[in-house]
């Protein structure tokens, strides 16, 4: 059982930057898949990005161009997501994802994968 708490999110006026935080309970922490997704309203759920146990990340490219970075701290229980350069576009909630067991790459950017789920941060992006 894991339970994610997401922190950071806030009101950033376009070109600033904001760093997400995802707080996970549980010593198991360190053996999950971490992901990131975000949801603006009336769009599905969209991937940003994940981490597996081993450090390798995936990041959508046409969501993040550079500008987003998924780093994870196990010792600390807590995996960050940095976003630089942010746009409009990016408003969203960002939710925090996990999935125990082995990494598939093919599965690692679907939301229906993931087995828990924070309730999310609000990033709003002015213009």
């Known amino acids: 059982q894991v339970q994610l708490v997401e922190s950071g999110g806030g009101l950033v006026q376009a070109g600033g930057s904001l760093r997400l935080s995802c707080a996970a309970s549980?010593?198991?922490?360190?053996?999950?898949?971490m992901g990131w997704f975000r949801q603006a309203p009336g769009k599905e759920r969209e991937f940003v990005a994940a981490?597996?146990?081993?450090?390798?990340?995936?990041y959508d490219s046409d969501s993040v161009k550079g500008r987003f970075t998924i780093s994870r701290d196990n010792a600390k229980n807590t995996v960050s997501l940095q976003m630089n350069s942010l746009k409009p576009e990016d408003t969203a909630v960002y939710h925090c994802a996990a999935k125990g067991g082995i990494y598939y790459s093919e599965y690692a950017s679907s939301a229906q994968w993931y087995d828990y789920w924070g309730q999310g941060t609000q990033v709003t992006v002015s213009s």
């Open positions: 549980g010593r198991t922490f360190s053996s999950y898949t």
């Open positions: 981490i597996r146990r081993s450090g390798g990340t995936t």
